[in-house]
């Protein structure tokens, strides 16, 4: 089974597979706003819906923690397009 994990001290969310790491979504932060970098998942992984669940816990937690957030990498634009229910955490000008 995939376990998704915040982890703050490295700036990402990330699955895992048992040890392996599977995927990872990493974000910058500046003046309290995390920019989503680069989502990757392993390609033998594919499918499985991981990427989602990655931008899915940055989300649930830039709400917690009360940031917005810039998707920049193209897969994040994606899920947030796509996803109304994101645009509460999304960083406007």
């Not at 990402?12 to 597979?17: E, N, T």
């Not at 499918?47 to 989300?59: A, E, S």
């Amino acid at each position: 089974m995939i376990e998704i994990k915040f982890e703050v001290d490295n700036y990402r969310s990330a699955a895992y597979d048992g040890d392996k790491l599977v995927g990872m979504a990493e974000f910058s932060v500046a003046n309290d706003i995390w920019t989503i970098t680069h989502t990757e998942t392993d390609p033998a992984y594919g499918g499985q819906g991981i990427g989602k669940n990655l931008i899915k816990c940055l989300v649930i937690e830039a709400r917690a923690s009360k940031v917005k957030i810039i998707p920049l990498c193209s897969f994040a634009v994606r899920e947030f397009d796509k996803n109304s229910d994101y645009q509460d955490v999304k960083f406007e000008d």
